[in-house]
């Protein structure tokens, strides 16, 4: 069974940063997009940040030049370094693993971590 693990949530001033890493175990053949997704209370979960095994990024309007995804295939680990942050950035973080597969010839996955909460006071 493979699992995600997440770490580094907190609470932090405005204007302060946080990393945010995330860990695959289990049997893991590859793993097309690893991604951080955030949902805030009220809100629907949104994408905050990926990248692809090649390293092609995508991030949210709202956290463009503030935060950074990084990703070490050979690991499985993938982390977020959260800069200049608002108290808007507040959230549960979950980390996400898409196109996950097991072998070369299992099909694709898709796995969820647990959460990892964000506070960001004023």
């Known amino acids: 069974q493979v699992q995600l693990v997440e770490s580094g949530g907190g609470l932090v001033q405005a204007g302060g940063s946080l990393r945010l890493s995330c860990a695959a175990s289990?049997?893991?053949?590859?793993?097309?997009?690893m991604g951080w997704y955030r949902q805030a209370p009220g809100k629907q979960r949104e994408l905050v940040a990926a990248?692809?095994?090649?390293?092609?990024?995508d991030y949210a309007d709202s956290v463009k030049g503030r935060f950074t995804i990084s990703r070490d295939n050979a690991k499985n680990t993938v982390s977020l370094r959260m800069n200049s942050l608002k108290p808007e950035d507040t959230a549960v973080y979950y980390c996400?693993?898409?196109?996950?597969?097991?072998?070369?010839?299992?099909?694709?996955?898709?796995?969820w971590g647990q959460g990892t909460l964000v506070t960001v006071s004023s």
């Open positions: 996400n693993a898409d196109r996950l597969r097991r072998s070369s010839n299992s099909r694709y996955l898709e796995v």
């Open positions: 289990g049997s893991i053949f590859s793993i097309n997009a």
């Open positions: 990248i692809t095994s090649g390293g092609v990024t």
